[in-house]
C-alpha cells in the first residue's frame, strides 16, 4: 500500500500551478544578432524594407536602425520564399510544406498595435500535403508572382501548371495555365516535357505579358489576355533564374552549367547573343540568381564558380562596364550565399547579400565597392564563442569612449554612406535606455564589445589579442577580415563579411573577460595560460611588448604534454588610441585559464588554471605570490592538458579539402528538381545516402574536456575585503576555490619595505577551508622567504615541529625563530580529556624560556572518543591570556586519527574568547568523521 501511495507522487493543484506560471514563465521580448539558419530574402522598393525567412519558421522585416518586425510561424516550417504585395503592406510567405501565408506590416505609429509583430490576414493550404511521409506531390508549388493589379496570385507547380488564385478569398480559379496549353501554341519543334516552372516574372511595361522559365531551359512569353504564347525563347542548359531588364527589351537567364544568356524580346528560339560562362571552360556550378542591368553594363550573379579549383567557394560576382574597361569583384564570402537583391534608390545602388551565417551590404557607388556598416544582424558567432558576460548600467562615458574607438576601426573599411534600407517610423522613447554591455571572447583571439541599450546589438569595437603573438606558421593576420587575395589572381577574389568560423591555432581562444566599471580596464585571458591587462589610452603609441612568465610547478616533479605557449611578437607595435596592453603574463604551464578577477582599487588581477593560480601586480608589473594547488596523484593528470576540445588545424582543414575534391569527383550530377538519392559505392546494399553537391563544412569534434575530474582546477577567484583576523575590521582577501571543493583565504597586507616602489604588496593565507580526503599545505609568508608549513596529515609531532618533545611539552631550550607553542596534547588512550596538569607542565616550561607564546596547537592522534571539551578550552584560553603583549599567534586544530573525539559544537561557547589572542586559525582533519562542527557563534563554518 505504501508503495502506491509512493508511487502517485504529490499533487499539485491548479491554482499552484497558476502561481509557479506566473512566478517563473519567461518571455521572449527580443532577437539580438543574426537569425538562425536563413533560407529566404526579399525587398519592397516603395517600402525600403528587407524581409529575412528562416527554416524554423521565423519571419523578420527589417527597416532603418530600431526598426524591426517579426512573426514566427505557426507550423514553424521552413520558409521557401517571400513575395512583397507593391503599394501595399502586405507580403506573402510561402513554406516547404506549401502552405502560404499572407502578412501585414503594422502601422508602427498607431499606440493601439502592438508594433513589432506582423498581422496574419489569412492562410492558403489548398496545396498542402496530408502525409509528411508522402512522396512529394506533383502540384508541390516552384515559382509565386503577383500581378501588379494586385488581384491575381500565380502559382507555379512541379507538373507545369500556373495557377491563378484570387488574392483577395484565396479561391483557386479554373483559368490554369496547363503544359499541354502551352504546347499546343509552340511550334512542334520545340514542344516537349517543359518541366515545373522555375520563375514567373511580369513583363516591367506590359502587365498582360508574362514570362515563364521552365527548369528544362525553355521560356514562354505568355499573353494572359489572348491566352497566347508571344514568344518561346529555348536553352539547352537548366534554368535556374531570370530577370528582366528596365524596359522590357531584353532578359537575361542563368543556367546550371554557370553559364548566362541575354535575350532580345525580337528574338524567336535562338538567342542573338551566345551563352557566356565567365569562368569557364571547365566545369562550372550553377548561377543561381542574376541580376543584369543592360543600360549601365551592370550584371550581378551568384555561384557560377569552376567545379574542380573553387567549387567549395560560396561567392557573388559583380561585373560594371564593357570590355576592357569592365569592373570585375568576385566577392568571396565564408558561408554559403542565400539570396541577394539590389536596392536601387535614385543614382543610388546597393548590394544585399544573405549568407549563411551574416549579412553583407555593398556600396555599388563607392569606387572600391566597400561594404556598408550593419545597424542590425551583426553576426555575433563571426568567430565562435568562447566567453560572453553582459554588464548592465555602465558608464554612459564608457560607452562614448567604445564608440569613438570603433569609428576610428572602421575608418577607410567601410562605405560613409548611410545605411540604404531606411522603411519605417521610430517611435519617440518613454523609458530611459539602460547602459547594458556585452562582451564576447572569441576562438580567434578577438575580444568584442556589443551596445545592447536598444533594440538592435551594435558592436562598439574588437580587441584582437592575435597580433600580440606569433602563431603557428604565422598564418593569422593582424586584420583577417579586412585582406584580399593577390590582385592578379583569377578570378579576382575580394574577401568580404566577417564571419571566420575556424581558428588554425587554437592557443589563441580567450577563456576569461573581466572589465572593471569605475576605471574601464579590461582583463583578457586565453586558453593558452596567456593573461593581458589593457588600459583606456587617448594617445596613439608604438612599444615592444614584454611577459612575465610564472612558473606554478615550481620544485614539482612535473612534465608539461601538450602545448607549448604563444610567442611574443618580438616587432614593435603601433596602438591607435583605445585599448592598449600593459602587462601580460604568461602562466607555467600554459593550461587554459579557469577563473580570473581584477581589483583596480589595488592594481592587483589573479589568474588560476588547472595547476594553481597566481596574483599580480599590474601597476608595478611584479609576481606578488603563487599557488599550485596539484596534490600527488593529480599531477600526471593534469599533465596532458585536454582544456582545448574545440580545435580545427590547418593540416587538417586541407587533407579534408582534398576528402572533399576526390569525393566530388565521384558524384552523379543530377538534373535540378530531382530527388532521388544517390547510392555510394562505399555502403552495402540497400542502404541510401542523400548526396547534395552543396557540401556540408565539416564539423569540428566537441569532446568532453577532462579538467572536471581534476581536483586542482581553480574555479573560482575573488578579491574582497573581509574580517579575517577581527571581527570589526576588514582586511584586502583573495578567496580561491578548486574543483575539489578546497577554498583558499590569502589576507593581503600592504608592503612596509621602502625599497618597493608604488607600495608592493605581500599576502599572507589567513586561512583554508579543505574537505575531506584532501592534502593541502597551509602557507604563511612574512617576508619574501620565510615559510612556515603545516601538514594536515601531522603523525609525528617530533618530526613536523622539533621544538616539542614526544609528551606534547613545550621544551625551554627548543625554539624555532623565536618562536613558542602551547600544545593541548592528548595521547594516553584513555576516556579521560587531557588534565589542566598538562596545561600547567606547558606554562611553567614557557615561563622558564622567557617568552611569549606564538602558536597554540591542539591536537589527538589517540584512537579513542576522548579529547577536549569546553573546559579544557577555557584552560587554555586563560593561559593564554597572560601572554597578550603581542598578537602574532597561530591556532592549529589537527585531527589525525578516525574517531568522534575532537572539536563538537561546545567549541562555539569560547571561539570568541580564544579569537581574541590569535591571528590566524588553520583548520585541518585527515579523516571522514564528524569532527569538526562550528556553529552560528564562531567565526567558520566547517563540516566534514
Known amino acids: ?46 517600402l525600403n524594407l528587407l524581409a529575412i525567412g528562416t527554416k524554423e519558421g521565423d519571419l523578420r522585416i527589417l527597416g532603418k536602425a530600431g526598426v524591426e518586425f517579426q512573426a514566427i510561424l505557426k507550423n514553424q516550417k521552413k520558409i521557401d520564399s517571400i513575395v512583397f504585395i507593391k503599394n501595399t503592406s502586405q507580403l506573402l510567405v510561402k513554406c516547404e510544406d506549401n502552405s502560404v501565408y499572407l502578412y501585414e506590416i503594422p502601422n508602427n505609429l498607431s499606440s493601439n498595435v502592438n508594433s513589432d509583430e506582423l498581422i496574419l490576414i489569412k492562410s492558403f493550404y489548398h496545396f498542402v500535403t496530408e502525409s509528411e511521409n508522402e512522396e512529394k506531390p506533383s502540384n508541390h508549388i516552384t515559382a509565386l508572382m503577383v ?57 516591367p511595361t506590359n502587365s498582360d505579358l508574362i514570362l515563364i522559365g521552365y527548369n528544362r531551359g525553355q521560356l514562354v512569353l505568355w499573353n494572359l489576355t489572348t491566352s497566347n504564347c508571344e514568344k518561346v525563347f529555348v536553352s539547352d542548359q537548366l534554368l535556374e533564374h531570370a530577370c528582366w531588364s528596365s524596359n522590357g527589351d531584353e532578359f537575361m537567364s542563368s543556367h546550371h552549367d554557370g553559364s548566362y544568356i541575354i535575350w532580345s524580346t525580337n528574338d524567336n528560339v535562338e538567342p542573338s547573343q551566345q551563352p557566356k560562362i565567365v569562368y569557364g571552360p571547365y566545369p562550372c556550378k550553377p548561377i543561381n540568381k542574376i541580376y543584369g542591368k543592360s543600360s549601365e553594363n551592370l550584371i550581378i550573379f551568384s555561384g557560377g564558380m569552376t567545379r574542380q579549383e573553387h567549387g567549395d567557394r560560396h561567392t557573388v560576382s559583380v561585373f560594371q562596364g564593357v570590355n576592357d574597361s569592365t569592373k570585375h569583384q568576385t566577392l568571396d564570402l565564408t558561408s554559403k550565399v542565400i539570396d541577394f537583391v539590389v536596392i536601387e534608390k535614385d543614382t543610388e545602388k546597393a548590394l544585399i547579400i544573405l549568407a549563411e551565417e551574416e549579412l553583407v551590404a555593398i556600396d555599388l557607388n563607392d569606387p572600391e565597392w566597400s561594404q556598408f556598416k550593419l545597424p542590425y544582424l551583426s553576426s555575433v558567432h563571426s568567430s565562435p564563442i568562447t566567453f560572453s558576460q553582459i554588464y548592465s548600467s555602465v558608464d554612459g562615458d564608457l560607452i562614448k569612449k567604445l564608440e569613438k574607438i570603433g569609428s576610428n576601426q572602421k575608418t577607410g573599411k567601410y562605405s560613409n554612406r548611410e545605411w540604404p534600407i531606411q522603411g519605417g517610423f521610430i517611435k519617440e522613447k518613454t523609458y530611459q535606455a539602460d547602459n547594458t554591455l556585452l562582451i564576447t571572447g572569441h576562438e580567434n583571439g578577438s575580444v568584442r564589445l556589443w551596445n545592447l541599450s536598444d533594440i538592435a546589438m551594435n558592436p562598439l569595437c574588437t580587441i584582437n589579442t592575435a597580433k600580440f603573438f606569433g602563431t603557428d606558421d604565422d598564418i593569422v593576420p593582424i586584420d583577417s577580415d579586412d585582406q584580399n587575395y593577390d590582385a592578379d589572381e583569377w578570378p579576382p577574389f575580394k574577401k568580404v563579411g566577417v564571419f571566420d568560423p575556424y581558428s588554425d591555432d587554437p592557443r589563441l581562444g580567450i577563456r576569461k573577460v ?119 596523484a593529480e599531477v600526471s593528470n593534469a599533465s596532458s592538458g585536454n582544456l582545448i576540445t574545440r580545435k580545427k588545424s590547418l593540416r587538417k582543414t586541407l587533407r579534408e579539402s582534398f576528402r572533399k575534391l576526390r569525393k566530388g569527383r565521384s558524384l552523379r550530377v543530377t538534373k535540378k528538381g530531382d530527388k532521388s538519392p544517390v547510392v555510394s559505392p562505399s555502403k552495402s546494399k540497400g542502404s541510401k545516402v542523400d548526396v547534395s553537391l552543396d557540401y556540408r563544412p565539416v564539423e569540428r569534434q566537441i569532446e568532453a574536456k577532462t579538467e572536471d575530474g581534476i581536483g586542482s582546477v581553480v574555479r573560482y577567484l575573488y578579491f574582497a575585503n573581509a574580517p579575517i583576523i577581527n571581527q570589526g575590521q576588514l582586511e584586502k582577501t583573495l578567496w580561491a576555490g578548486t574543483n575539489a571543493g578546497n577554498i583558499f583565504i590569502y589576507l593581503i597586507n600592504d608592503a612596509q619595505n621602502p625599497d618597493v616602489e608604488n607600495s608592493s604588496v605581500e599576502n599572507k593565507t589567513a586561512s583554508t577551508i579543505v574537505p575531506n580526503n584532501s592534502t593541502e599545505e597551509i602557507l604563511e609568508k612574512k617576508s619574501s622567504t620565510e615559510k612556515i608549513c603545516v601538514n594536515k596529515n601531522l603523525v609525528n609531532a617530533e618530526v613536523h615541529y622539533p621544538q616539542l618533545n614526544g609528551n606534547g611539552y613545550i621544551n625551554e631550550s627548543v625554539a624555532t625563530n623565536g618562536k613558542k607553542h602551547i600544545n593541548l596534547y592528548d595521547d594516553d588512550e584513555g576516556e579521560g580529556k587531557s588534565i589542566d596538569e598538562d596545561l600547567d607542565k606547558t606554562e611553567e616550561n614557557l615561563e622558564k624560556s622567557n617568552g611569549t607564546p606564538t602558536s597554540g596547537i591542539i591536537e589527538d592522534d589517540d584512537d579513542d572518543d576522548s579529547y577536549s571539551d569546553a573546559n579544557d578550552l577555557n584552560t587554555i584560553d586563560a593561559k593564554f591570556g597572560k601572554y597578550t603583549e603581542t598578537k602574532n599567534k597561530d591556532l592549529v586544530i589537527n585531527e589525525t586519527e578516525k574517531d568522534n573525539s575532537v572539536i563538537d559544537n561546545s567549541f562555539n561557547i569560547t571561539i570568541d574568547s580564544v579569537k581574541e589572542h590569535f591571528n590566524n586559525l588553520v583548520i585541518s582533519d585527515s579523516h571522514d568523521s564528524h569532527d569538526f562542527s562550528f556553529g552560528a557563534g564562531g567565526k567558520f563554518y566547517l563540516r566534514v
Request: charged share 20%; with cysteine.
Open 1 to 46: 500500500m505504501m508503495k502506491f501511495i509512493r508511487s502517485r507522487g504529490a499533487h499539485v493543484n491548479a491554482e499552484r500551478l497558476k502561481l509557479q506560471k506566473e512566478l517563473f514563465e519567461y518571455n521572449q521580448t527580443i532577437y539580438h544578432g543574426f537569425p538562425h539558419r536563413p533560407s529566404a530574402l526579399a525587398y519592397d522598393k516603395k
Open 147 to 203: 500581378n501588379s493589379t494586385l488581384n491575381t496570385l500565380y502559382i507555379g507547380t512541379e507538373n507545369g501548371k500556373i495557377h491563378f488564385v484570387n488574392l483577395k478569398n484565396f479561391d483557386v480559379t479554373e483559368n490554369a495555365i496547363s503544359q499541354e496549353i502551352i504546347n499546343s501554341k509552340l511550334p512542334k519543334d520545340v514542344a516537349k516535357n517543359l518541366g515545373a516552372p522555375e520563375i514567373i516574372l511580369e513583363h
Open 514 to 632: 573581466v572589465l572593471c566599471l569605475k576605471k574601464f580596464s579590461l582583463l583578457i585571458a586565453g586558453t593558452s595560460g596567456q593573461v593581458l591587462v589593457f588600459e583606456l589610452k587617448e594617445e596613439a603609441a608604438k612599444y615592444q611588448l614584454t611577459r612575465e612568465d610564472i612558473d606554478l610547478v615550481t620544485g614539482l616533479d612535473f612534465v608539461w604534454k601538450s602545448h607549448e605557449c604563444l610567442s611574443l611578437e618580438s616587432n614593435m607595435i603601433s596602438f591607435e588610441p583605445g585599448y592598449q596592453p600593459t602587462s601580460i603574463i604568461q602562466l607555467n604551464p600554459p593550461a587554459s585559464i579557469t577563473a580570473l578577477a581584477l581589483n583596480t582599487d589595488w592594481n592587483l588581477f589573479s589568474a588560476g588554471t588547472t595547476h594553481g593560480f597566481a596574483i599580480f601586480n599590474y601597476e608595478t608589473n611584479k609576481t606578488i605570490s603563487f599557488k599550485c594547488t596539484l596534490n600527488p
